[in-house]
Nanobody, 128 residues
Framework: QVQLVESGGGSVQAGGSLKLSCADS????????RGWFRQAPGKQREALVV????????DYANSTKGRFTISKDNAKKTVNLHINNLKPEDTAMYYC?????????????????????WGQGTQVTVSS
């Protein structure tokens, strides 16, 4: 199966930035979708951004508010998430995920159930 490992989280002060990375050590061609999700205590897991790595379609959630940027490094086989101007409400466990998407869709879905492979998560804690 696809193996995903997140890294780059940590404790930062509000206003700082982080680069999270998702290393894909066993991706298959059928899993065209990659996504970054986060889950805070007591809340549902929410999609931040999803990307079709085949045709490049990207969809950002409203919650990102323009501060999140997804990128892909083909040489390193990583999907990265850059977060700028971190806020305390960004505190959560951040996960990357891979899935095959929807057969009739060009863009990738934003629901967690559509993703079959998940990393272990990386914790982001933002202090005021």
């Amino acid at each position: 199966q696809v193996q995903l490992v997140e890294s780059g989280g940590g404790s930062v002060q509000a206003g700082g930035s982080l680069k999270l990375s998702c290393a894909d050590s066993g991706a298959t061609s059928s899993n065209k979708c990659r996504g970054w999700f986060r889950q805070a205590p007591g809340k549902q897991r929410e999609a931040l951004v999803v990307m079709n790595i085949v045709d490049g379609l990207i969809d950002y959630a409203n919650s990102t508010k323009g501060r999140f940027t997804i990128s892909k490094d083909n040489a390193k086989k990583t999907v990265n998430l850059h977060i700028n101007n971190l806020k305390p409400e960004d505190t959560a466990m951040y996960y990357c995920a891979a899935g095959r998407g929807r057969q009739s869709w060009l863009s990738c879905p934003t629901t967690a159930i559509d993703y079959d492979f998940w990393g272990q998560g990386t914790q982001v804690t933002v202090s005021s």
